[in-house]
């Protein structure tokens, strides 16, 4: 096609240049030079990739690279007609004159194609459907749900606050109003359904939204963006629900990819507690940096399976990596260290739900403190280089057998640190938005099943961030932390726990009851992120992460055989957990077994 274009409008610049009169054109030196054109345009062409599938019909980066070509071929062989054009019978402005109309030509042919591909508007059959942002994004959904003979949507009109759009039509859909016309113009267009397509939409605009359209029966969805954490331009994931991370402001992570990929790229990684909400998006982080390989250590098969398929969309459990093993077992966790002998491990096993531990304090040694040490004392004897342990904002201030076990576990990590010279450090962070067992997917059930939901202080704040944010950190974390470190993953300004309710009843639709109970024993109002004897300050200026350091605690100072010939948890475990941590405690926690 883009060669017969070049054959057309040569010839039509002839008749042009001869007014008409056809006799006075030399046809064999015509044909001579469309061969020439149509041989540089195929060589130039495969030089773009025009002409090997890379780009889409009609796409901003086809028509560009068809510039290129046409404009290197129009030089070439117009220079050339210049010098020798009158001496073999073809005028010198030939190629020149017929190059801005070949080129329309070739760009018609496509936009042909590209039309053939849409569907027209008249087929869709979808839920109507208004796009609030009529910019670059709103513009791509509109072409996705034309281009999708399965999209559920059928686009009936544009939102948009900015009065220059007013009058915009893009591929017929027009802009009906702005954000506050939405009663209105839903009721106009008989629309079902209100997506968001706003790149930066934050969680002010996004409670904006919904506290217009929460009135209407109309669906509130929203077009995310994949970011640009790993280098790639910023992509449209598919249309979804309105999720709370929506609604809670945080600001943007960056990476410093290139060093993150020199202590990643290459290494033996092992991961604990790999099956966990944590562990799980955390080995997926890890794998988008090439290790040596990927070691995934819990001790429940069917969260292994989970982590298995999320990484490789397999379920068999048949691969060598993939360890069910328990941090409590010392000789077990020691052979598996032996076989792999990772360079880089993430310990993100533990117990975590306060309540449970504030009964049964002696599950949270188990686990949390002598699990941990366990994991210390295998990684050093490998010669792990770096060791990252997760911790928790209750370990800040503790107040509960969650916290003061946790700040056991940062104090030991401390000490290893300080006794290999190696970066052995923890990072604190508070709730992760999503997590299994964390209170937001609580939350989500209580509604869904229509029962009140409870919440334990009307003015109980906590810091949030989502799975993926926070592993992301955590990968940071491990770059820049060193022996003895407690990285603190600023999370912004905490967020009262009424406000998520209050959002997640806004998105839900649902009328549902809040009931109060009470703090639960050793239970904060507010958390904090850093203790009143701890000094934190940011360690790089985009990253979030700051730097404090928790005292070292010497394995020695553990009485192991006084905590297990204990007969339980009444007898003052939690007390020797609050003694040996190093804090006060300031709330009296439940003996009750």
């Not at 379920?315 to 002998?341: H, K, S, T, Y």
């Not at 508070?430 to 009140?452: C, D």
């Not at 985009?542 to 204990?566: F, K, Y």
């Amino acid at each position: 096609m883009d060669a017969c274009s070049w054959a057309v409008c040569l010839f039509i610049a002839a008749v042009l240049r001869y007014d008409f009169q056809l006799g006075r054109i030399h046809v064999l030196p015509l044909v001579v030079l469309v061969g020439w054109l149509s041989l540089i345009q195929f060589v130039a062409g495969l030089t773009a990739w025009l002409y090997q599938g890379r780009y889409a019909a009609g796409s901003l980066e086809e028509i560009r690279a068809l510039g290129w070509v046409v404009a290197v071929q129009t030089v070439a062989i117009g220079l050339l007609c210049v010098f020798v054009g009158i001496s073999v019978g073809l005028p010198r402005s030939l190629v020149f004159s017929a190059a801005p109309f070949a080129l329309c030509l070739m760009l018609c042919t496509r936009l042909l194609r590209r039309l053939a591909n849409e569907r027209p508007q008249s087929s869709i059959r979808g839920r109507r459907t208004l796009i609030f942002g009529a910019g670059s994004l709103g513009q791509i959904t509109l072409h996705r749900m034309l281009m999708d003979s399965r999209a559920p949507y059928q686009a009936v009109g544009f939102l948009d606050d900015d009065p220059a759009k007013a009058n915009l039509a893009i591929r017929g859909v027009r802009v009906l109003g702005a954000l506050e016309d939405l009663p209105g113009v839903a009721e106009q267009v008989q629309a079902a359904v209100l997506v968001v397509a706003i790149a930066d939409a934050n969680a002010t605009q996004m409670a904006r939204v919904m506290s217009v359209a929460s009135p209407l029966e109309i669906d509130v969805k929203v077009v995310p963006t994949l970011d640009k954490s790993f280098g790639d331009q910023v992509r449209v994931g598919a249309i979804r629900d309105v999720a709370i991370e929506d609604l809670i402001d945080r600001p943007p992570v960056n990476l410093d990819i290139p060093k993150i990929a020199s202590y990643l790229s290459g290494k033996r990684v092992l991961v604990t507690g790999a099956g966990g909400s944590i562990g799980q998006e955390l080995c997926v982080q890890i794998k988008k940096y090439a290790p040596a390989s990927l070691v995934l250590l819990d001790h429940d098969e069917t969260h292994l399976q989970d982590t298995e398929f999320a990484l490789w969309g397999t379920g068999l459990l048949m691969r060598p990596e993939i360890i069910l093993a328990d941090i409590r077992d010392q000789d077990g966790l020691q052979r598996v260290f032996d076989d792999w002998r990772p360079e880089v491990v993430f310990h993100a096993a533990a117990l975590k739900h306060v309540p449970m531990l504030q009964r049964y304090p002696q599950a949270a040694w188990d686990t949390n403190v002598a699990g941990t040490l366990n994991v210390l004392k295998c990684a050093r004897l490998v010669g792990t280089q770096v060791f990252v342990n997760i911790s928790t904002d209750k370990a800040a201030n503790p107040t509960t057998v969650l916290g003061y076990s946790k700040r056991v576990a940062e104090r030991l990590t401390s000490w290893m640190g300080e006794q290999t010279g190696k970066d052995y450090c923890s990072v604190r962070f508070g709730n992760v938005l999503g997590s299994r067992g964390s209170m937001v997917p609580l939350f989500q059930r209580m509604i869904e099943s229509g029962i009140p939901i409870t919440v334990t202080h009307e003015e109980a704040t906590r810091y949030f961030m989502t799975i993926s944010e926070a592993c992301q950190l955590v990968v940071q974390a491990g770059a820049i932390g060193r022996a003895g470190d407690v990285m603190i993953l600023d999370m912004g300004e905490s967020v009262r726990v009424m406000d998520i309710v209050n959002r997640l009843i806004e998105i839900s639709g649902k009328v549902c009851k809040v009931q109060i109970t009470g703090l639960r024993e050793g239970e904060k109002i507010h958390e904090v992120l850093v203790s009143t004897d701890e000094e934190g300050g940011v360690t790089h200026p985009g990253n979030r992460i700051m730097r404090t350091h928790v005292p070292p605690l010497s394995p020695e100072d553990l009485d192991a055989e006084a905590w297990h010939t204990r007969s339980g948890p009444a007898d003052g475990l939690e007390e020797e957990i609050r003694h040996i941590s190093g804090d006060v405690p300031q709330i009296a926690v439940n003996n009750r077994g």
